[in-house]
Each structure stands twice: as C-alpha cells, then as structure tokens.
Nanobody
Framework: QVQLVESGGGLVQAGDSLRLSCAASGRTVSSYMMGWFRQAPGKEREFVASITWTGGWTYYQDSAKGRFTISRDNAKNTVYLQMNSLKPEDTAVYYC???????????WGQGTQVTVSS
C-alpha cells in the first residue's frame, strides 16, 4: 500500500509561484511513474505532469509547459511540482498520484488547494 500526502498549496496572486510537494510512504515508489493532476470546480480531473522515478523522463499538459516543472527526490521519496507564472485558471485542487503494477494511476493523495487571484 502507498500513502501520498500533498502539501504546499495556498492562495496567491496571478504571476506568483508555488511549489507543491508529494511525500510517499508505505513502500518505495522508485519503480513507478508519479504524476500531478488537478480538478477545478465543476470540471473533470485533468493531467498536469508526470515523471518516471528511474529515468527522469517528464511529461506535461500543454498549458503547463514552460511554467511548471515536475521533479523528484528519490532519497526523500518525494515528488515536487514547481509552478511559476500562475494564472487564475490554474485554480484547482491538485492531486498527486502513483502508478501501480497495472500501469495505471491507482494511488492518490487527498489533494491540496491552489487558488490564484487576479
């Protein structure tokens, strides 16, 4: 079993930056891809970014490219999402997720709220 705990959300102004953290525990997640998703009020949950633990490959949603950076610290079993130049449309609950042996995202955190005011 994997437990994921997000932190770092908050209320910021447009143009500000935030760094979200996702601490994993329960078992090592070193073999699995980790991702960040978000869900805005009244909208479907959407993919933001992902990273492989071993290879360091990263993938981004188009709206995140150039503004967000996903990274990981294997020693701390933690994944980060650095978000710069935040926009009001980035307002959402951000979730961390881990893929399992099935290759799908099966473990999810409780989410952290990010609110960007204009």
């Amino acid at each position: 079993q994997v437990q994921l705990v997000e932190s770092g959300g908050g209320l910021v102004q447009a143009g500000d930056s935030l760094r979200l953290s996702c601490a994993a525990s329960g078992r090592t997640v070193s073999s699995y891809m980790m991702g960040w998703f978000r869900q805005a009020p009244g909208k479907e949950r959407e993919f933001v970014a992902s990273i492989t633990w071993t290879g360091g490959w990263t993938y981004y949603q188009d709206s995140a490219k150039g503004r967000f950076t996903i990274s990981r610290d294997n020693a701390k079993n933690t994944v980060y999402l650095q978000m710069n130049s935040l926009k009001p449309e980035d307002t959402a609950v951000y979730y961390c997720a881990s893929k399992g042996v099935s290759g799908t995202y099966v473990y999810w955190g409780q989410g952290t709220q990010v609110t960007v005011s204009s």
